[in-house]
């Protein structure tokens, strides 16, 4: 049983998608239950240190959604924590939860319960904790109001789809999310409509992939935001969200044309994964490194101060010398400011796992470490080079959050790099900066309040 005023908390983890799934479970639960407050942390942590929670701070009950894309670790490290601290409340898990997380969780606390966005379980004071299911399969299709439930007054996570068009061997999460559904694009404009007259400075349109939206109902992501920058005036940025390579050409010329509007952030996330055909083919990625390396080219060359994001696996099974070469020559010939490097994990259920079952194939952890340890090195040289170029100019900048220092800010500029400021601004705050120095991961600057 639970008060008629009920605290609901909702801790997501992993991708800027899942972020959003979870302020979509906000949202269906607030409209479950008018008088309840949704908390978008637990009670009690702060700094990843933890007290005991005061009486008035116990949740009525606790939505983790999670993120094993990278393993089950950080996963099962949250919920040891929320259930450590409140053992009596109601635990949910939804997100990414492959079977093999299941069964490691319910031997933490076996009375967890998982749930899912078409189908969540509401706490209610007249039922028992497990009872009562409000759908949210629609969520998506009802227009956001103002003021609405997220975690920053001045970001906005808009989910375009869920699911993806791929089967890449080595991913979990398309067994969890399944196949492509892209949401009408009247209802997206109108959530972004809504979330820039709320105060958002920055929307994040987001999905497992981006680059897929529309292949399904007829449309395109560069269709999309050419629809809503035409119809939604303000003074926000757009944030593209990941999308894979090979569903990109079909329309590249058009969504490239769409970075002419400066109210789009300079940025683009294309993961490639490997710079070697035979890992991409192992992969099962249906693109090539020269895919990827054509429509990096195209970006760069376009948009010189722009941003280029990928991501890169190392110590796949089967992954040569020769082929890891490859991919460090893709890395410099590219150019990413930004780049998510992975040592290689077998995900349980998945056609990667059992190539890592065959000792033939399998990386040892020495060799996967030595390999990110140089693309490591080699990225952070060619970040900073792409940074420095931003030395000397002044930028308009939105201040995001505070700093990892004490007294400094972090903003993004009009590529989205960070750039640390000194001072503690507040976030939302709108200012020009002289940026006087460039680091791999940040540039430095000074605000001009």
């Not at 080595?170 to 196949?179: D, E, Q």
């Not at 529309?214 to 926000?236: C, E, K, M, R, S």
């Not at 959050?401 to 009009?414: C, Q, V």
């Amino acid at each position: 049983m639970i008060s008629e005023s009920p605290v609901f908390a909702v801790i997501s983890q992993g991708c800027a998608a899942n972020f959003g799934d979870g302020e979509r479970i906000a949202r269906a639960l607030s409209a479950g239950h008018p008088n309840c407050h949704v908390i978008f942390h637990l009670p009690g942590v702060q700094d990843a240190t933890k007290r005991a929670p005061a009486l008035q701070d116990m949740p009525d009950a606790i939505y983790l959604n999670v993120c094993t894309v990278k393993g089950n670790a950080g996963a099962l490290k949250l919920l040891r924590t929320a259930f450590e601290m409140f053992p009596d409340v109601p635990l949910f898990i939804t997100g990414c939860a492959p079977k093999d997380f299941r069964e490691e969780a319910l031997k933490i606390a076996p009375q967890v319960k998982f749930t899912s966005l078409a189908d969540i379980a509401i706490p209610r004071p007249q039922d028992n904790a497990a009872n009562v299911i409000l759908s949210a399969e629609h969520e998506e299709s009802r227009p956001t109001k103002s003021s609405t439930l997220r975690e920053s007054p001045y970001v906005g996570i808009v989910n375009i789809e869920e699911g993806c068009l791929d089967a890449c061997a080595f991913c979990s999460t398309h067994l969890v999310k399944g196949r492509l559904r892209s949401f009408a694009p009247e209802v997206i404009e109108q959530q972004v409509r809504d979330l820039v007259a709320d105060g958002c400075t920055e929307i994040q349109l987001t999905g497992q992939d981006c680059a897929c939206y529309g292949f399904d109902i007829g449309t395109d992501l560069a269709i999309l935001t050419q629809g809503i920058l035409a119809h939604v005036p303000g003074n926000y940025r757009i944030r593209l969200g990941m999308g894979n390579p090979r569903h990109l050409f079909g329309y590249a010329d058009s969504l490239l044309e769409c970075f002419q509007d400066n109210r789009l952030y300079k940025f683009i996330h294309i993961p490639v994964q490997s710079g070697s055909d035979n890992v991409l083919k192992a992969m099962n990625r249906r693109h090539t490194a020269s895919d990827f390396r054509h429509l990096a080219e195209e970006f760069n060359t376009r948009f010189p101060l722009a941003t280029l994001s990928t991501d890169l696996i190392v110590g796949y099974p089967g992954e040569t010398d020769s082929d890891f070469r490859k991919t460090l020559r893709l890395l410099e010939e590219t150019r990413p400011t930004v780049c998510n490097i992975t040592r290689f994990v077998a995900r349980p259920g998945t056609g990667a796992a059992r190539m890592e079952a065959d000792a033939n194939l399998r990386i040892p952890d020495s060799v996967k470490h030595e390999r990110s340890a140089i693309l490591a090195e080699a990225f952070q040289k060619i970040a900073r080079g792409n940074n420095i170029p931003w030395v000397g100019k002044t930028c308009d900048v939105v201040v995001e959050k505070p700093g990892h220092r004490a007294g400094t800010s972090i903003a993004r500029n009009e590529a989205y790099r960070p750039v640390a400021l000194v001072g503690d601004i507040p976030a939302g705050t709108r200012l020009t900066a002289r940026i006087t120095g460039a680091e791999p991961f940040a540039l430095i600057g000074e605000a001009n309040i």
